[in-house]
């Protein structure tokens, strides 16, 4: 059963049982995931020229926004401050640094309307992070920078956490998204191209839920949830702040949510950073997520 468990007092192990059962946990701001945010936006402001930001695209052209919106996303995930940021947001959830991995943090920017919504802000469709051969012992963490409505949120499909969806994921390969995906985002301006994993069937949004919060709050749910990018109509550009944990533990005991409809290869352990000191995950251990369904207790 998926339910929204809202700032409970739970450790580390606690807390990624309940994501890998279908919970969506969801805890108000935090010193450390306000100063996160507040990073977040002095590098806006700087690097957008502008004093409202939410409202900068209005006053841009779409090719002066990408040139804008492209440096701004890679100097915040590549900036040493952001990753020390992030180890300061997993002590104050009480995880373990010698045994918890992230990988880089990203800056999502999602315009209003139908100015811009792909390549560097592309509007992810339904999907499951693991549809992109993330593990299924993954921890996504997800922050508004600025305050978010239900017009410009996340959208996730709790109905679908123990139901299959037919998709393209057996054509999604890791490594061949790495080489050329990524690369390809700032090309990407009326159409996106690249190989995204999609749902081959319509997703019912019967059950949709949007959680409107501020900066500084937190919302955790699993790769293993169906979610996507709310179309954003709310007159403001939403700025958010994602990155995802994985812990040696449950790696090695095979712990995580139910794999019932990847077929990913490849895997992205090769992309998680040890939190105390910054050292890759030797992903050479692990088989790729669709090989190894995980458990639901």
Not at 51 to 61: H, I, K, Y
Not at 217 to 224: E, G, M, T, V
Request: hydrophobic fraction near 40%; charged fraction near 25%.
């Amino acid at each position: 059963m998926v339910g929204i468990i809202l700032n409970h007092d739970l450790d580390c192990a606690q807390r990624r049982q309940r994501l890998f059962e279908g919970a969506l946990l969801v805890h108000t701001p935090r010193d450390a995931t306000a100063a996160l945010a507040d990073h977040a936006i002095a590098l806006i402001t700087e690097m957008l020229s502008a004093e409202d930001p939410e409202r900068a695209q209005f006053a841009l052209p779409v090719d002066q926004f990408i040139a804008k919106v492209g440096p701004l996303k890679s100097r915040f995930t590549n900036d040493l401050q952001t990753k020390k940021l992030v180890r300061e947001v997993l002590i104050a959830f009480g995880c373990d640094l010698e045994t918890t991995y992230f990988d880089v943090p990203r800056l999502r920017v999602v315009p209003h309307g139908g100015y811009l919504s792909s390549g560097v802000s592309y509007a992810y469709k339904a999907h499951r992070d693991i549809w992109y051969a993330s593990p299924t012992a993954q921890v996504n963490w997800w922050m508004p920078v600025f305050e978010v409505t239900a017009e410009r949120a996340m959208s996730f499909f709790p109905e679908y956490w123990d139901r299959p969806v037919e998709n393209s994921s057996a054509d999604f390969d890791y490594g061949e998204w790495c080489r050329v995906g990524r690369t390809m985002a700032s090309s990407q301006v009326t159409e996106d191209t690249r190989k995204h994993p999609l749902p081959l069937a319509p997703v019912e949004t019967r059950s949709e839920l949007r959680i409107a919060g501020t900066k500084g709050d937190a919302i955790l749910f699993s790769a293993a949830h169906l979610h996507s990018t709310a179309p954003n109509q709310s007159g403001l550009t939403r700025f958010s702040i994602d990155f995802r944990t994985v812990n040696l533990a449950d790696l090695e005991a095979g712990r995580g949510a139910a794999n019932i409809d990847s077929r990913a290869t490849g895997t992205t352990l090769g992309d998680f950073l040890r939190a105390s000191d910054f050292e890759p995950l030797d992903a050479g251990r692990w088989a790729s997520p669709h090989q190894t369904a995980g458990s639901r207790p």
